[in-house]
């Protein structure tokens, strides 16, 4: 018996054992009080309700206490948190899981195994369970990071209720977030020991770059110190190389090499570079330590990842618009726009798509970027988010100029991007527009994941569809021949043509002439503007050139993709369609143009969305918002085409409405801490062919993008950066023109991360001139601050600017653990009652060891059942004390009952038996041969003839006998043995009612009466 919070005894739980208290208490009180009430009971009926009182009491108290059955589990469930960050060599991972996979075949059948896997997150591998016999690793996610807290907090939330658990925890101890000092708190209340085994290890020679200190921000032209930090765990030597922007300093010129020989002491090393800054904008600079190869080929250095490190400096100067136009024959669409912002004096890099900036730190050395006429499948997902962060989180500004590429008819529908745009690229629903109709016809993919391959690149097609769009599938599916597997439809949310594009099986057909019939059938049988299909095969098909031709005369274009051709007459039959048809070919032959194919269709898909694109008789444009762009301007020029878009709810301002429908043509915003604007038309190349001798084209481009650049900073205004290990400090200096430090300003920043977010930064004042701000900056990568202020001057004016900071973390804290931190391990068991593992045996050791373990155990309510039999014997008590039962009468009755009944079968049997002597007797037969024979089982059915003669006595019968035969009605003859034998019953009767008491002369008269009534009967 133990006493928690319940009280367990045997199989029975109390959840309130305090009620039990009522027990003696009310048996107490019950006893005093019957002495009174049933001081008028009978001895025995006095005591049963006694007894059946003080039952109730009992029961009822039990039904209070809340009592359940308690059934103890005897299965234990052990999880395996596996350490999968880099710090932890590959070879102990795989030991661990060769050593679990030995452990079970020392477990019992009840007995589970599940397995989470730590690195910068933790994810569940297997479940707990019976069947887990093996380490099955699926997706680990990053690794450059390890959170031993957090796989531990999952091992218990995933440890099964019905068994006992434990969890191992195989690591080096090392955490670079969360604290697994906390989650072994956890683990020690719910009652889960952590048994730990430290996986050991030491790098004697290391050399770890800390960090490359650079200014923040510099002027151009300008000489900067670059100092790098340099850490040696013991003497070492090797070479340092400075990148900046990627390209190699010269910092030995009077040796062939680049880089410069360093021999570094034991402990931090300060290496100082001077560097000249030749352009503005941010300019990235890279240490790299090479370490020195050894006599045995092997490097002094035990981790390579920690080798480099980087650092960023933005240089003032100019504000600058970088103009990305394509760069094949409509290279000159941006060249009158050129030419104006050069007039206005704004500095201007034009560069193509390929060599556009891909990261947000490039992005921020301009103060506005301007895409003329650009495809969205010409930018990653990678660049597209940067673009839109850059705008967002950093401040810049985005100007995007329409074309027959731009916007919706360009893929952008969807991207990121959309997101940084005052217009929704997909037209509302309620506008009739010329619909695109794309059908896409599959063959047999055969290359290295070809079905995989296949589907994703119908859905990349797909995606890049408006939902007004029409869009069909076309497979031969062997011996169901060739059929549409999805119909020509609207792609609407996309769900129905998805889930066919699932269904696909990509069967080898023989000839592609069965699919395009029902291709060109489908596409002239929709009301669309743009028809066009694409065609993705190995090409060993074969096709027929009338069906070609009849493509070309229908205005349908075919692109093909061919993929991992198996000769070159394939490619030949690829190319010959789609150059009849006006289309376009690929050529997909190896495993790298593989990740090209989503972009393929991509663009191909894009060609039906020019229907998008309005074009007819020239119109001017209206002037509907009086701001800052459109100011000083009163008429534009006509145009004769532009994409079509939607207005944006929000605070976007539609500038410029034209068109049949009043579509907006230009429009501002802003978005973040940056602006955007954009212009459906195109930049004067064939929409807008009579802007360029408008005469206020010059200022009407320059207002648009001046209004979306960020603004300049001011060289009173400084920021610097402070590291404080997993944040950095963002420290602001004002001072006004005289040199004094400002008393008051409004700072608004913004922190773009690696991982493509973006968080605010809220600065508060500690002293004259100065402001500060703690950001997180644990993630490895580059951070990027942006921060808009608007400070006094001494002079009472307000200066608004812009600035930006740098914030580098080169690698993660994983790599700057030399050695493993076993001391935490050891005390993460000892709090959890674990044990610390020296080694990996299985037959000495025993992963499922139940010492110490609460088991739990699994109740079952049971009150009710108590309840309902309290008031069934409260109720027989009410009986009891009511009705005046003497129990011991009704005993004596029920004895009295049992003995009559035995003494009536008796009596039944003698009667029998002497009704069968006499039977026998006037038949001719011995009575006593046959009243002593035994009975028999079973006996032979009679004949016919004794059937018929069984109660017919014979004819010397008859003459024999003298006494009358009784009929029916009258008495018959007793026998003498019948006789005697009930007047030993009466006899025996008699006595008995004599010594219980009753009365003797009622008795033996009524026993007299019957007597003459039965010597009556038979006179």
């Known amino acids: 018996m133990s006493v928690l919070a319940s009280l367990v005894l045997g199989p029975i739980e109390f959840a309130r054992p305090a009620w039990l208290l009522l027990i003696p208490i009310t048996w107490v009180v ?31 108290a039990g039904a209070l206490a809340e009592p359940s059955t308690r059934d103890e589990s005897e299965d234990v469930a052990v999880t395996v948190v596996i350490d999968s960050s880099r710090s932890v060599p590959e070879e102990a991972q795989r030991s661990i899981e060769q050593f679990i996979s030995e452990s079970t075949m020392l477990k019992k059948p009840g007995d589970r195994l599940g397995v989470v896997t730590a690195a910068r997150n933790s994810l569940v591998q297997q479940l707990p369970s019976r069947l887990t016999e093996t380490v099955e690793r699926r997706f680990i996610g990053r690794t450059d990071g390890t959170n031993l807290g957090e796989a531990v907090q999952l091992a218990i939330a995933t440890g099964p209720e019905d068994s006992a658990n434990r969890i191992l925890l195989a690591t080096d101890g090392n955490e670079t977030e969360g604290s697994l000092l906390a989650a072994a708190e956890a683990a020690k209340a719910a009652g889960v020991p952590i048994d730990v085994y430290p996986i050991r290890y030491i790098y004697p020679n290391e050399v770890i770059v800390e960090r490359v200190n650079v200014p923040t921000n510099a002027r151009l032209s300008e000489t900067v110190n670059i100092r790098v930090v340099v850490t040696a765990t013991r003497p070492s030597r090797g070479t340092i190389n400075i990148l900046m922007n990627d390209r190699p300093i010269d910092l030995d010129p009077d040796s062939p090499a680049v880089g410069v020989f360093v021999e570094l002491r034991e402990g931090p090393n300060l290496l100082s570079i001077p560097v000249e800054l030749p352009q503005e904008g941010a300019q990235r600079f890279e240490a790299i330590f090479e370490p020195e190869q050894l006599a045995s080929g092997a ?6 990842e920690n080798n480099r490190a980087l650092g960023v400096t933005f240089v003032s100067g100019e504000g600058r618009v970088l103009i990305i136009q394509n760069d094949d024959t409509a290279v000159g669409e ?9 007039e206005a004096e704004i500095g201007t890099v034009v560069v193509s798509p390929k060599e556009a900036p891909r990261t947000v730190a490039d992005m921020a050395s301009y103060d506005a970027i301007v895409l003329v006429n650009q495809e969205s499948f010409e930018y990653s997902l990678e660049q597209q988010e940067a673009m839109r962060q850059y705008v967002h989180d950093i401040g810049g500004g985005l100007v995007m100029i329409g074309g027959d590429r731009s916007f919706g008819a360009g893929g952008w529908i969807g991207s990121p991007l959309e997101d940084a745009l005052p217009i929704r690229l997909d037209p509302p629903q309620k506008r009739q527009m010329p619909r695109g109709a794309l059908v896409l016809v599959v063959h047999s993919v055969e290359m290295p994941r070809g079905v995989f391959w296949g589907k994703q690149v119908c859905n990349a097609a797909v995606d890049a569809l408006s939902r007004l769009d029409l869009v069909g599938i076309v497979e031969y599916q062997g011996f169901g021949g060739t059929d549409w597997v999805y119909p020509i439809s609207p792609v609407g949310d996309g769900g129905g043509v998805k889930q066919a594009i699932n269904n696909l099986t990509f069967g080898d057909m023989q000839t592609f002439d069965d699919s395009l019939q029902l291709t060109l059938a489908g596409l002239m049988n929709v009301d669309a503007g743009q028809r066009h299909a694409i065609v993705i095969s190995d090409g060993d098909p074969t096709v027929s050139n009338t069906l070609l031709n009849q493509f070309k005369a229908a205005g349908v274009s075919l692109s093909t993709v061919g993929v991992f051709p198996h000769s070159p007459r394939d490619l030949t039959t690829m190319k010959r369609m789609a150059n009849i048809t006006g289309g376009r070919f690929y050529e997909v032959a190896n495993n790298a143009a593989l990740a090209t194919l989503p972009q393929i269709f991509i663009k191909e898909a894009q060609t039906v969305k020019r229907s998008l694109i309005w074009e007819g008789r020239p119109f001017t444009p209206t002037i509907t918002a009086a701001t800052d762009t459109m100011r000083g301007i009163t008429g534009l020029p006509p145009i004769t085409g532009y994409v079509v878009a939607a207005d944006r709810e929000g605070l976007a301002q539609v500038t410029i409405r034209g068109g049949p429908e009043n579509d907006p043509i230009g429009a501002q915003w802003q978005y973040g801490l940056g602006r955007s604007v954009t212009f459906t038309s195109d930049a004067a190349a064939k929409w807008a062919s009579a802007w360029p001798g408008w005469p206020g084209f010059g200022q009407f481009w320059e207002q648009q993008i001046r209004w979306a650049m960020r603004p300049s900073g001011s060289a009173n205004v400084m920021v610097r950066t402070e590291d404080l290990g997993e944040k950095t400090r963002l420290v602001i200096d004002a001072v006004g023109s005289d040199g004094s430090r400002l008393p008051s300003g409004v700072f608004k920043g913004r922190v773009a991360t690696p991982d493509g977010e973006g968080e605010d930064v809220d600065f508060r004042q500690t002293g004259p001139g100065r402001w500060e701000s703690v950001v997180d900056s644990s993630d490895a990568g580059t951070y990027v601050a942006a921060i808009r202020y608007a400070v006094p001057d001494a002079d009472g004016t307000m200066t608004e600017g812009s600035t930006q900071a740098s914030i580098t973390r080169p690698f993660a804290d994983e790599f700057r653990a030399l050695q493993d931190n076993a001391p935490l391990l050891t005390q993460v068991a000892e709090m959890t009652g674990g044990r610390v593992l020296t080694n990996l045996r299985p037959e000495a050791l025993d992963l499922w060891q139940r010492t110490d373990l609460g088991f739990p155990v699994s109740t079952k309510p049971i009150w009710l059942i108590v309840t309902v039999l309290s008031i069934a014997v409260f109720l027989f008590d009410v009986a009891v004390r009511r009705v005046r039962i003497d129990f011991f009468a009704v005993v004596r009755g029920a004895k009295k009952a049992a003995a009559k009944s035995q003494q009536a079968a008796t009596t039944q049997l003698d009667a029998l038996q002497a009704a069968r002597a006499k039977a026998q007797t006037r038949t001719g037969r011995s009575a006593d041969t046959d009243v002593n024979r035994p009975m028999r089982t079973a006996a032979a059915p009679p004949s016919a003839d004794v059937a018929k003669r069984k109660f017919e006595a014979t004819e010397d019968q008859t003459r024999r006998s003298t006494g009358s035969v009784a009929l029916k009605g009258e008495a018959s003859e007793e026998s003498e043995i019948v006789r005697k034998r009930r007047e030993e019953a009466e006899r025996r009767r008699s006595e008995q009612i004599k010594a219980e008491g009753g009365d003797e002369d009622s008795m033996s008269r009524l026993l007299k009466a019957k007597k003459r009534a039965q ?3 038979e006179s």
């Open 1015 to 1017: 010597e009556d009967r």
């Open 30 to 60: 019950t006893l005093l009080i019957s002495r009174k009430s049933l001081a008028s009971a009978s001895g025995t009926s006095r005591w049963v309700a006694l007894v059946v009182r003080l039952i109730v009491l009992a029961m009822v």
């Open 299 to 304: 490097l002094d250095d035990g981790i390579q």
């Open 334 to 342: 941006a060249e009158q726009l050129v030419e104006a912002l050069t």
